[in-house]
């Protein structure tokens, strides 16, 4: 019975590792498929590259493949297609497991990666349990795992490569480069990462030889050689991508780095000298160096803005999440400066610092990407590396509490997650639909019921963004497959995207469409047509898709006759968790998201 126990106490770490893997599985699946209840468009690209590549071994315009190790448009990145065909394949006929699962899966692994790190650095194995901990709960990871964005795979991957790196010393270290070589091609802003990752890791290689002083810089060279091949790997792949950028369809987003779009930094500099007094300082003071500096240093320190990390608030880009909670818990931050404080520690001091070097260059992608910061995808590597800090901050206030003070602060720190998980099961699942995203759910639902009715009548869909919102159908509907991908595949390379009698284009709505189309459904609001007046088809009757969160009308569909034979409300009311719309009969589907337009 003893040595059972020694032997489980010698293997904690591993024993705490395979108990979080699961728990991690399991509190990431649960109601995956209704909460959030929708993938977002861009996501759904890379699905149905995924589902096109398994049918052809190519896209659906029948030119692109990811070995090319080129992206099939400037807004997308070359591999998540690859990464998610396991997954595409596992879950064909569930869209939403599809998408999601590859993202759970590494949601579940990455506490244990960033436990890893922590032990490669600390040797230390309840401070990396406690790591294991915050990470396996943090806000923000766990709902990270339960989307479906490409910057996660980026994320996981470079903390693989990481983890290998300080893990190993021989050749062994080697194997880092296959990871770090695959989240180099995960996310178009990460890519800007990998060198400095690197360089910081080589360096803190290198200050193992430090306190030794009769080895020379040259033999402390030839001692990390398999280091350096890491760094020289990081080099050249970059430099690669950067002298193949022009010639590929991702070099379009040159021109949204901030110091690349003169015309932008010029229009920048007119503004700020329109509005100052005439004065011979002016060239000095106001010209494009000083306005590119003041605009990458604003978005720097914003990138760790602490009311947006750990007390929540909107972000442009954050739609889809939790936006009344930070990234972070509020009694984090207590953690966070009592994790630093370890600097002061001669043991633990090198480690810290390849930690705060690797979290201060983090905020790069957003520091040079024009426009808005996009914290939660560009400046990612915030969250995993702070979290590392938290768990050393936990230990050491383990250490020097009493056990009784320490217990308190566990309990605090219980209570202090709790509004979050509730705000994300019960309030998020209504404020998340406030984009389009859901509704575009919803239609593709709608479309596949009346499909499966042998509903023939020609139908258009009028959106203003046609070849997002037909792969959208494609994908939650099944509809691309063997049978279908060869007629699917020859209509989008003429750019007509219509499946049987559906179809979808960017047209504003006019009395011969709706006259033509029997069957007709228009997004309420679509940017193209603001000058034109509908107000001639107000009187005409039809139903609406409304918003779940105040009502408006999201889409409008005209000649409907599936919903319209059920008794409909004439307002949205939903209070119950009925996401998850396959499982919903065609009474219940109606009556919870159409209303009677009046």
């Given at each position: 019975m003893k040595m059972r126990l020694n032997s489980l106490k010698q293997h904690s770490l591993l024993v705490f590792s395979l108990v979080f893997f699961v728990v991690g599985i399991v509190i990431r699946s649960w109601s995956i498929s209704s909460i959030p209840a929708f993938v977002v468009s861009d996501e759904i690209q890379y699905i149905s590259e995924a589902r096109s590549l398994i049918l052809s071994g190519h896209d659906l315009t029948g030119v692109w493949t990811p070995w090319s190790l080129t992206s099939s448009h400037g807004w997308y990145a070359e591999l998540p297609g690859v990464i998610l065909m396991p997954a595409v394949i596992l879950f064909w006929n569930q869209p939403m497991l599809a998408a999601k699962a590859t993202h759970i899966f590494m949601g579940a692994i990455i506490p244990l990666l960033l436990a890893g790190i922590a032990y490669s650095l600390f040797k230390n194995k309840q401070l990396s349990i406690w790591v294991l901990l915050v990470a396996c709960f943090n806000p923000w990871f766990f709902q990270f795992s339960r989307l479906a964005f490409e910057s996660y795979f980026s994320v996981f991957f470079y903390l693989v490569g990481i983890f290998l790196y300080l893990r190993f010393t021989d050749w062994k270290k080697l194997l880092a480069i296959l990871p770090f070589f695959i989240g180099f091609f995960q996310y178009q802003g990460h890519k800007l990462l990998l060198l400095p990752f690197i360089a910081i890791l080589f360096v803190y290689s290198l200050t193992a030889y430090w306190p030794y002083k009769k080895i020379s810089f040259i033999k402390t060279?030839?001692?990390?050689?398999?280091?350096?091949?890491?760094?020289?790997?990081?080099?050249?792949?970059?430099?690669?991508?950067?002298?193949?950028?022009?010639?590929?369809?991702?070099?379009?987003?040159?021109?949204?780095?901030?110091?690349?779009?003169q015309s932008a930094l010029a229009s920048q500099v007119n503004v700020e000298r329109r509005l100052s007094l005439s004065n011979s300082f002016e060239p000095l003071f106001v010209n494009k160096a000083t306005v590119l500096f003041d605009d990458m240093i604003s978005k720097y320190f914003g990138s760790f803005n602490l009311v947006y990390l750990f007390s929540g608030g909107a972000n442009a880009s954050d739609s889809w999440a939790v936006t009344?909670?930070?990234?972070?818990?509020?009694?984090?931050?207590?953690?966070?400066?009592?994790?630093?404080?370890?600097?002061?520690?001669?043991?633990?001091?090198?480690?810290?610092?390849?930690?705060?070097?690797?979290?201060?260059?983090?905020?790069?992608?957003?520091?040079?990407?024009?426009?808005?910061?996009?914290?939660?995808?560009?400046?990612?590597?915030?969250?995993?590396?702070?979290?590392?800090?938290?768990?050393?901050?936990?230990?050491?206030?383990?250490?020097?509490?009493?056990?009784?003070?320490?217990?308190?602060?566990?309990?605090?720190?219980?209570?202090?997650?709790?509004?979050?998980?509730?705000?994300?099961?019960?309030?998020?699942?209504?404020?998340?639909?406030?984009?389009?995203?859901?509704?575009?759910?919803?239609?593709?639902?709608?479309?596949?019921?009346?499909?499966?009715?042998?509903?023939?009548?020609?139908?258009?869909?009028?959106?203003?963004?046609?070849?997002?919102?037909?792969?959208?159908?494609?994908?939650?509907?099944?509809?691309?497959?063997?049978?279908?991908?060869?007629?699917?595949?020859?209509?989008?390379?003429?750019?007509?995207?219509?499946?049987?009698?559906?179809?979808?284009?960017?047209?504003?709505?006019?009395?011969?469409?709706?006259?033509e189309h029997p069957l007709l459904l228009s997004q309420r609001h679509m940017g193209y047509c603001a000058d034109t007046d509908d107000s001639s088809f107000e009187g005409v009757n039809r139903l609406t898709i409304p918003s779940l969160v105040d009502s408006g009308e999201v889409i409008k569909i005209y000649g409907d006759t599936f919903c319209s034979q059920y008794q409909l409300n004439t307002f949205s009311a939903v209070k119950e968790n009925s996401f998850n719309l396959e499982s919903l009969s065609d009474e219940e589907f109606c009556q919870t998201f159409f209303i009677q337009y009046k």
């Open positions: 060279i030839v001692l990390e050689k398999y280091s350096l091949v890491v760094l020289l790997f990081a080099i050249l792949l970059t430099a690669l991508f950067i002298l193949r950028l022009p010639s590929q369809a991702a070099g379009t987003r040159i021109t949204q780095m901030t110091f690349m779009n009344s909670h930070g990234k972070f818990f509020a009694l984090d931050i207590v953690l966070f400066i009592f994790g630093i404080a370890m600097i002061s520690v001669k043991k633990y001091r090198s480690g810290v610092l390849l930690i705060l070097f690797l979290l201060l260059v983090s905020p790069l992608p957003a520091v040079v990407a024009q426009g808005q910061i996009w914290a939660t995808f560009r400046t990612a590597f915030i969250i995993p590396f702070s979290l590392i800090i938290i768990g050393l901050g936990m230990w050491w206030f383990q250490n020097i509490m009493s056990k009784k003070m320490f217990v308190v602060f566990l309990g605090l720190y219980v209570l202090a997650m709790l509004p979050f998980y509730y705000d994300y099961f019960y309030r998020y699942p209504i404020y998340s639909t406030s984009d389009v995203y859901f509704y575009n759910r919803v239609v593709a639902n709608y479309l596949k019921r009346i499909d499966g009715q042998s509903d023939t009548r020609k139908t258009l869909f009028l959106s203003d963004e046609k070849r997002h919102l037909y792969i959208t159908l494609l994908f939650y509907n099944g509809w691309l497959n063997t049978d279908s991908y060869p007629s699917i595949s020859d209509t989008t390379q003429k750019g007509v995207y219509r499946y049987k009698n559906i179809e979808v284009r960017e047209n504003c709505l006019d009395e011969k469409l709706l006259s």
